[in-house]
Structures are given as structure tokens and as C-alpha cells.
């Protein structure tokens, strides 16, 4: 196996869950986004983790990533977040998965696919309160609800919706997420007041799952928490529940070398060695996830000490300076993000972006180890 790979803790991932099985509460469901190979986590393992411990459903992004979960013997709810191709529609029938609906002719197409198989199909109808991608109006809540329940093959399983800014302490993000809320409601009060059964009731992604409450309906719909990381880069809202993160990305050191005063390391010489000194090379580069603009600004964990990578990082290779006399020996294990080292968090919040991209940048190439 290759020396660089990514360790996935699926005791960490159970007690996350846990965490959010205590949070949203008895008799709530859960479903577990494993969209992205689970935020690059690994979706099978993941899926079959989270149903062992559980859960309700699963969420996908594509129908390829819902055929990935059939295939492997997965026979749960699957929740289709994003708008399939028509051409894909007949696949998703066969896959049994639960395509999100939030306009006529989306309707009308999933009900058409599932006539051609002979097949009855459930789905969620999606309404946008203020998140601005996929979604119906509020107002035309009812009438497509109306247009499923008519449907001959198709069977209205949830309501659901999703919130911009539920991650947000912000004052004013906050009375967002409630306007976000109230006109789900008054969408949910229109389709009962009209004799509608909206199903399964869901809003909350993991911002919400903890600032909240009232987001959490029937159902939960967190990931980020799950895989051990905050919704929101900053800081405020760290730590709210004690989750870990899952993903640990580890590589070896695969030559150890002298590097005297004066000499510089890697592309564009970015780093010179300002003393006589000891660098290592690591097997990791930014096709493997480590992004090049971390560019002597990461730092790795050897032997419970950190050291920091010079140089540019390479598409395959990255260099650490371990520092004049070093007897750190070839082939030590160094850390490069996880628990216990530096966090996919820090990492993000280097970059200014957030940890979602990060462990979703893990490549396929990086081995997964389930422990
Ligand atoms: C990705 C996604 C989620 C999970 O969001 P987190 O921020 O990871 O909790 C929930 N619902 C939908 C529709 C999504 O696309």
C-alpha cells in the first residue's frame, strides 16, 4: 500500500452521531448526507456505518452516487439532493431512489420514468424559502404537492427545504433562518389547510441541527457534524457539540536529506535554507488533496512534534524541514491533517475557505483505512 492514505475513524464517526442522535432528540430521523464519497470519507463504509447505528436515509448528490450505495446491497431511503437528468430518470426508478421535486415539469418527468418501469416512486417535494437553488416557491407549495398526489405512480414521501445561513450566531442571520422557517410553515399550513399529507417534514442541515430547535421537524439532515467539523469557519461556534473528526491523512517520510545554508527546495524556489539543516519528502502532493496554497504555510506531526513544509508543494511530493540535526529516521510516520494534528478546520481557514473542501479534496487516489 502507499505510504500516504487516509485513516477513517468510524468510532469517532459513531460518536458524532450519537451526538446528534442526542441533539435532535427521541424519535427523530436521520438522514446522513453521504453526498462526495461522504465528504471524501468513503460512502459505503459510511452509509453502512451510520445504518448499523440507526439512521433513516441517506442523501446523494447524482444518481451515479445512489447506484454506488445499490450496488454495494444498500437498501435504505436515498434522498436525490440534486436535479437528475431526464435521461438519468430511468435509472433512478431502478435504483428505487428518492428524487427531490420542486417544479411541473420535474413532477411530470419522475412520473413518466416510473410509468415506463410499471414502478410506483416516492418523492420529497422541495420548496425554497430562501436558500435560492433548487425549490418551488412557497405559494406553488400546494399545488405541486397536489400534482404528486394525483400522479398515479408517485407517492408525496416529504416535504423539505433548505436554510442559507443556520450556521450563522449572526443577529441578522439569524432572523433569516426564522423567515426561512415561517414561510416553510405557512407553505406546510397551505398544503394541510388543502387536505395534502406533506410526509416526512425536514429542514435541518447541521448549522441548524444546533442553533435551531425549531428547524428540526421530522427529520435531520446533517453532515459536516458527522464527519467531526463545524458548519462555520469561525470561532464562536466551535466546540457547540463535542463532535471528532472521522478523516486522518498520514504519509511517510521517503527520504531524508542534508540540506546545507544557501540551497533552495522545490519549484520556484520559494524556500531557501537559512542554516545547514534536515528535510524530509513526503509522497503527498496537491493531486492528492494537500492544497498547493498551503505552500510553506502547513505544518505536519512527526513523533508528537510539528514541522513545517517549505517549499512548494508539488502535485505528488511535498518537502518538511525537520531541522539541523534531525534523527527523525525514513519512512516515520507523518501526520498531515486529523485529530490530534492540524485540522482540516485550520487548514481552511488558512485558505479561507471551509473544511467541507478539504476532506472532499481527499483524491481516490489516497487509500481509505477503516478503524
Ligand atoms: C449537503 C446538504 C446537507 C448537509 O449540510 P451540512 O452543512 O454538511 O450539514 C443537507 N441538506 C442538503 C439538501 C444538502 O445538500
Not at 498547493?292 to 513544509?309: A, C, D, T
Request: proline residues 5%; charged residues 20%.
Amino acid at each position: 500500500m502507499r505510504a500516504t492514505k487516509a485513516i477513517i475513524y468510524l468510532d469517532n464517526f459513531r460518536e458524532n452521531l450519537g451526538q446528534v442522535k442526542k441533539r435532535a432528540g427521541p424519535g427523530r430521523r436521520i438522514c446522513v448526507p453521504v453526498k462526495a464519497d461522504a465528504y471524501g470519507h468513503g460512502a459505503v463504509r459510511i452509509a453502512e456505518t451510520a445504518l448499523a447505528e440507526g439512521a433513516y436515509a441517506l442523501g446523494v448528490a447524482t444518481v451515479g452516487e445512489g447506484a454506488e450505495l445499490r450496488r454495494a446491497g444498500i437498501r435504505a431511503p436515498v434522498l436525490l439532493f440534486s436535479q437528475a437528468l431526464g435521461e438519468e430518470l430511468g435509472e433512478l426508478v431502478s435504483l428505487d431512489l428518492t428524487p427531490f421535486v420542486s417544479d411541473p415539469e420535474s413532477i411530470d418527468m419522475a412520473g413518466r420514468a416510473a410509468a415506463l418501469a410499471g414502478k410506483t416512486i416516492t418523492a420529497h417535494l422541495k420548496i425554497d424559502t430562501g436558500m435560492g437553488r433548487m425549490g418551488c416557491r412557497p405559494e406553488e407549495a400546494a399545488d405541486l404537492a397536489r400534482r404528486i398526489g394525483e400522479h398515479p405512480r408517485l407517492l408525496l414521501g416529504g416535504t423539505a427545504t433548505h436554510l442559507a445561513v443556520s450556521d450563522s450566531w449572526e443577529a441578522e442571520d439569524r432572523a433569516y433562518t426564522k423567515a426561512q422557517l415561517g414561510r416553510f410553515q405557512e407553505a406546510l399550513s397551505a398544503m394541510k389547510a388543502a387536505g395534502l399529507d406533506p410526509g416526512i417534514i425536514h429542514a435541518a442541515n447541521s448549522g441548524a441541527l444546533v442553533f435551531h430547535e425549531d428547524a428540526l421537524f421530522d427529520m435531520v439532515r446533517p453532515g459536516i457534524f458527522l464527519y467531526g467539523y463545524s458548519p462555520a469557519g469561525g470561532s464562536p461556534l466551535e466546540g457547540e457539540l463535542p463532535v471528532k473528526p472521522v478523516m486522518e491523512v498520514r504519509s511517510a517520510l521517503a527520504l531524508i536529506k542534508r540540506v546545507r545554508k544557501g540551497e533552495s527546495l522545490s519549484y520556484g524556489r520559494t524556500w531557501t535554507a537559512s542554516e545547514d539543516t534536515v528535510a524530509g519528502v513526503l509522497p503527498i502532493g496537491y493531486a492528492d488533496g494537500l492544497p498547493r496554497l498551503l505552500s510553506n504555510k502547513h505544518r505536519v506531526l512527526i513523533q508528537g512534534r510539528f514541522y513545517p513544509i517549505v517549499g512548494r508543494i508539488c502535485m505528488d511530493q511535498c518537502l518538511v524541514n525537520l531541522g539541523p540535526g534531525s534523527t527523525i529516521p525514513r519512512w516515520e510516520e507523518a501526520v498531515v491533517f486529523g485529530p490530534g494534528a492540524e485540522t482540516a478546520a485550520g487548514m481552511a481557514r488558512q485558505l479561507g475557505t471551509i473544511s467541507y473542501e478539504i476532506t472532499c479534496g481527499v483524491n481516490k487516489r489516497v487509500p481509505r483505512i477503516y478503524q
